[in-house]
């Protein structure tokens, strides 16, 4: 047996009692990224209303305003990568840490509308590098045998990060007595509400400070000492540790770094079908209207007559229900397997939406929707997110981790991933023109991409459970 190999089966069964709790402490840390990408992604949600109103500003400008931060976020997911090959996991980190605190201030004490745009650009960058440096940082350091279980810190760790951005918003209008412009500490409401974000921000750059550089990393900088000193401090003093650091040396040696033209097919004219599947995936998840139930739904209730805070409420209940969805997904996604629970969540986000669709088609009663279209659409839109995070939520994920094959997986990533920014960013502008046109309609065209998303993925999607990733063609 070669030293690799043997140190490929001493890693797997690493992970000693005595060591794990540290590492979920590390694994832990790494994920405050994820909590602020949930934040700061959701937290907007709570001032929609109030930066219409203060700077007298149409629905489309609105959406512009709201939506320009994924533009941030393309950036920053793109270039981080890079960024922390050349100065390190844990540089990157801080560097987001201070970019979202940056965003927060800015965000909470804007001089006009185009510097707010400004800062929130700034947040969407640092949201880009979080999404990016947080799994590949924690990959890097789980010991094998619980790398999946660690892996799932950053998914759960954004959902919370969105339920806790929707508790803050609800308990300080209620601190407002309800107004979104109503004073707190000087300021009105809503700016409170973007401010508070400094709190995790500056708490995820001091926990940058407290957990180790990645092994990867300070081998590729020829730290060797400090490489082996990090490995046993997650890894235990059983393991060979020489043989580890030979491992990971070997493994970066015969990378292959993949680049946008090896997806290219067909003679150089359009990507390989397998690219486009995972297009398709990243367009479909953003495509059903999920992130409406996240920046928009305060104003959404609103509009049908819902009492502000109540509205506010709703909000973080339904961010509760994205949670346990969530958690739904991490337990059943190796059992059931990928695809099923992808068909499952995709007939019942056709449900929930279709029954939005029809409520919304009422016309108001004295400002309000009649009593059974209302509750029916209240309980559609947490059908409609449970159904999401049970599924497509998680699920598209672990498909764009596994399905490319070795030689173009990390480009391939990459542009999937720039789909759903797109596709993100195409949802979240369009949705307050669209519902001022017709809010009902609105919501049919989200149920038309929920049940196309059936036929594409019975037709086009592979199954990844139990494959190896060696195995992907």
Known sequence: MTSTAQASQSGAGSAHPEHLGHVIFIAAAAAMGGFLFGYDSSVI??????????????????AQVIAIALIGCAVGAATAGRIADRI???????????LFTVSAVGSALPFALWDFAFWRIIGGFAIGMASVIGPA????????????????????????????????NWGLLNAADGDQRGKLMGLEAWQVMLGVMVIPAVLYGLLSFAIPESPRFLISAGKLTRAHDVLREVEGDEVDLDARVAEIEHAMRSEHKSTFKDL?????????????????????QQLVGINV????????????????????????TTSIINIIGTVIAMIFVDRVGRKPLALIGSVGMVVGLALE??????????GKLPAAQGWTALIAAHV??????????????????????????????????????????????????????????TYVIYTVFAALSIPFVLKFVKETKGK???DMG
């Open 264 to 284: 290219l097919g067909g003679g150089g004219f359009y990507f390989k079908p397998i690219v486009w599947v995972g297009i398709g995936l990243s367009a479909f």
């Open 137 to 168: 940082y924690i990959a890097e350091v789980s010991p094998p045998a619980y790398r999946g279980r660690l892996g799932s810190f950053q998914q759960a760790a954004i959902v919370i990060g969105i339920a806790i951005s929707q508790l803050v």
């Open 357 to 366: 669709a029809w409520a919304f088609s009422y016309h108001l009663v004295d």
């Open 45 to 62: 949600n709570g001032a929609v209303e109030a930066i219409r109103d203060r700077y007298d500003v149409g629905s489309t400008l609105l």
């Open 384 to 441: 409609f997110v449970l159904f999401f995070a049970l599924s497509w939520g998680v699920v598209v994920w672990v498909f764009l981790g596994e399905m490319f094959p070795n030689k173009i997986r990390a480009a391939a990533l990459g542009v999937a991933a720039s789909a759903q920014w797109i596709a993100n960013w195409a949802i979240t502008a369009s949705f307050p023109s669209l519902a001022d046109w017709n809010l009902s309609a």
């Open 293 to 316: 139930a996240f920046y928009y739904s305060s104003t959404l209730w609103q509009s049908v007559g819902v009492d502000p805070t109540q509205s506010f409420f709703y909000s973080f």
């Open 88 to 98: 390190g996991r844990i540089r990157c980190m801080q560097i987001s840490a201070v």
């Open 468 to 470: 190896k990733l060696e």
